[in-house]
């Protein structure tokens, strides 16, 4: 069930009504539930009940550290691509022995800070990096574990930009590479081989994709573990979709069903040749945690209307949601107020000097100049995506719970954007 529904022609976070919400915190803001973010938490931790697994949340989805903190408290473990990703895991009282740090560029700074707080594993994207992880622990005098993050090579028929597991793309080890990768991996003496892992891409609709990788790191496990090389954990990566709702899209694949798929793929192998012996299975979701737990809410500046086109001008732009401009990602938009005017199309453009910057287009919608609108399932790659382009603060964020609504970001003032600046003395 949505958390955003009408009650009385009014759009609602949980029991709080988006209308007062821009009246108490303006707009643009993005406004999370609560609810949601348990409920899509749950519905992971529920089909890993009573195995050894653990939900490493991609936190590039949406760091917040409400979030994270929420997250936590529900036993997440937290997937990493930088540095300052670990502080904000630290910040909000995660736990850093459940961090899995991913990336093909980590700097000998950000694999001290990991070392120093004993992350569960380093997911090592090449060679190059293995050396530098197997120096910088040395120095430590500390063994880092690892996983190698393998490159399956099966298409997850996604976008270009959001599909990582092809041989073209610059993430991961070749999956022909990885024996070798592998063998290199053990004879390092500070890196103390631990696990697999892979993620093949983002927005998938179906599981296939993901059970076919799931077969290609089995068969790599085995080859391994004839050659003495024993893995502990296997980690499928994230990249469930989400329903956007776009017309004609199929709708995803309910996470349950593709866990329930995965561990019986799982158990499978393990019955037929390790004696019924379990493996630790990690994942690392991030849209299909946040995705629909979240809204952009934006006011309507000036309506246009064109001699080709009609323009709805909002006060949200790309550089508070750049999914758009980037992927030209279709969202949903609706008017907070059902006010039962006549709809027009329009294009949902941002302030911002670019052509790119549009929110959706032709969209039939009823509005007026001041009028409200919510573009949804807003909360994953959206807030983290952010930027000060055109020195314009960042968005509020907020979250609802019940009734209640919690700032847990504040609305960035122009002087917080130009204040690490200086003039030339
Ligand atoms: C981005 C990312 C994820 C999360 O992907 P989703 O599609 O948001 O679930 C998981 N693992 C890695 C390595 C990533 O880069």
Redesign the pocket.
Known sequence: MSQFSYKDGVLHAEGASLSAIAGEFGTPTYVYSKARLLANFASYADACQGRDALVCY?M??NSNLAILDLLAREGAGF?I?SGGELLRVLAAGGDPRKVIF?GVGKSVEEMRLALSHDILCF?VESIPELHRLNEVAGAMGKQARISLRVNPNVDAKTHPYIATGLKASKFGVAFSDALETYRTAAALPHLQVSGIDC?IG??LLDDAPLLEALDRLIELIDQLGAEGIELHHLDI????GIDYREAGESAPVPVGDYLGRLFAKIDAWRNARHDGKPIKVIF?????IVGDTGVLLTRVEFLKHGEERNFCIVDAAMNDMARPALYQAWMDMQPVVQNGAAAATYDVVGPICESGDWLARDRALAVEAGDLLVMHTAG?YGMTMASNYNTRGRAAEVIVDGSVCHLVRQRENPADLYALESLIK
């Open positions: 991609a590039k989805a997937d691509v991913s997911n993620h983002s927005q990566g994230g990249g469930i690392e979701p991030g849209r299909s994953a």
